[in-house]
């Protein structure tokens, strides 16, 4: 692990060569994107400021190993909100555009990289400065491309006005996946915000039960104002934390099906108009320190796919995979995507994405996955890389076809094929 102390200590790594090298941010994609055994990997702590933040325009210029958590608490008291928001804020700026993350407003406003107007690049070759109409190319590899084009020094991102620090959330219940994702087709337009939790350890035909949870910012007048005038705007998570010394698996099918019996309860059949904290409603897990400690020392698989529109069903035989097997996921959320962005190893595709925590352990659970794989890229789908550690190579370019595009980028900013990680290496991305 290496955190250069400058520009130039950055630059000497690059050169150095070796064993390959790959930039680290906060760690926070679930697989072995931001590893690179035997290598060199590159921890930004001296890029961590906010450089410009233009209040007319709503632009912010931001280095890449600030948190998004960061520019959140730096802009939303000015009026401004990061234009793309993943289920955590605790990413960095290099990270989010190296996976082109989405968020519960991808169906509107497609993912971070499209908000993106310039970044800075640097490779072992030297540094680039790109945006979308200025070395496209270079840009698009960048987004989404999972840090192997480079390491992103800075970028400048278009930013969301915003009025307050609260949502007006709108909650629905839903019996059935179809009536969900029925609804889901017929009014996510009229939201900026939208996303639906899944039960999939229900049995039968109530697999697939849901809650769908839709909203906006809210504005001044949605907001009462609180005795004492108004407070500064803020972000307001919970703050609970996850004991140590846990028993093992305390996560397991009994408890996780409980958990989904409790949470699907609980949730009022409609309640529309309800104003929720930001932080409530964007990041919920932010307020459980350590959260992935529940699943005790053996961990979990994230599995996140997409398919196109026409291929709903692949959704729904996942969740009856899953049922049937009895492999409980303790979180199933379920978002509509947009139009993707243009980088060939940018996740987002227009239609449908399922995203499953399943607690390791179930000895069928391997099997079932790779099964589910093959479903996925039968219907023109693919898995998202920052969460994956188990996809077979042999279906990646099934799943990610312009490979070559970013195969021929790689080879012009970095001919020696310096930069690599776990990732590339198990899928062969070269
Ligand atoms: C609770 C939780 C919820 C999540 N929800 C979502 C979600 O809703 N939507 C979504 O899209 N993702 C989601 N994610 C995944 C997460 O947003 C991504 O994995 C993101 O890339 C993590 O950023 P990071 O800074 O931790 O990067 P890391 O995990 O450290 O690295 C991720 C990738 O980015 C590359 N990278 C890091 N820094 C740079 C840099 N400066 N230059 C070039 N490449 C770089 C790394 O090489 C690696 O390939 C979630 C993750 C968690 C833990």
């Not at 933040?53 to 210029?61: F, H, N, R, S, T």
């Not at 400065?129 to 800075?154: H, N, S, Y």
């Not at 009022?268 to 992935?292: K, S």
């Not at 190579?393 to 970095?414: G, I, K, N, Q, S």
Request: some cysteine; aromatic content about 6%.
């Amino acid at each position: 692990m290496a955190q250069p102390r400058d520009g130039a200590a950055l630059r000497a790594l690059l050169d150095a060569g070796g064993h390959g090298l790959i930039p680290r941010g906060l760690g926070r994609s679930y697989g072995d994107a931001a590893q690179c055994g035997g290598g060199t990997v590159v921890e930004l702590p001296h890029l961590s400021r906010i450089r410009e933040l233009d209040e007319d325009a709503g632009a912010i210029e931001v280095e890449a190993g600030a948190s998004l958590d960061a520019v959140m608490r730096h802009t939303l008291g000015r009026g401004w909100f990061p234009p793309v928001t993943p289920g955590t804020r605790q990413v960095t700026i290099g990270g989010a555009l190296a996976a082109d993350v989405h968020g519960k407003n991808h169906h509107r406003d497609g993912s971070i990289c499209r908000h993106v107007t310039e970044l800075t690049l640097e490779a072992p070759g030297g540094t680039h400065v790109v945006a979308p109409d200025r070395d496209a190319e270079l840009f698009w590899a960048t987004a989404g491309g999972m840090g192997l084009t480079g390491v992103i020094t800075r970028a400048t991102l278009r930013l969301l006005p915003v009025e307050t620090d609260q949502m007006v959330v709108d909650t629905d219940r839903f019996e059935d996946l179809d009536a969900v994702m029925a609804a889901m087709e017929e009014g996510d337009h009229r939201y900026r915000y939208s996303v639906a939790w899944v039960d999939c350890t229900a049995g039968g035909r109530r697999a697939g039960r849901a809650v769908l949870t839709r909203g906006d910012h809210a504005r001044r007048e949605d907001v009462p104002l609180r005795r004492g005038g108004r407070r500064p705007p803020g972000i307001q998570d919970g703050h609970l934390r996850v004991p140590e010394g846990l028993p093992a698996h305390l996560l397991n099918g009994l408890t996780i099906r409980a958990f989904n019996e409790a949470w699907y309860r609980r949730a009022p059949r409609r309640r529309h108009g309800e104003l929720q904290p930001l932080g409530r409603f964007f990041h919920p897990l932010d307020g459980v320190a350590d959260w992935n400690r529940l699943y005790g020392p053996r961990g979990f698989v994230q599995y996140q796919f997409a398919v196109g529109p026409a291929h709903g069903e692949v959704v729904r035989q996942a969740v009856d995979l899953l049922s049937a097997r009895r492999l409980p996921s303790f979180l199933a959320v379920l978002k509509r995507f947009g139009p993707g962005d243009p980088g060939p190893l940018s996740f987002p595709m227009a239609g449908w994405t399922l995203a499953l925590d399943l607690p390791v352990g179930p000895p069928t659970l391997p099997a079932s996955l790779d099964e589910l794989d093959g479903v996925v890229a039968a219907a023109g789908g693919r898995v998202y890389l920052a969460k994956d550690a188990r996809l077979r190579p042999e279906l990646l370019a099934t799943m990610y076809p312009r490979l070559p595009e970013l195969a021929a980028v790689r080879r012009r900013v970095d001919p020696a094929g310096m930069l690599r990680s776990d990732l590339s290496r198990r899928l062969g991305i070269d």
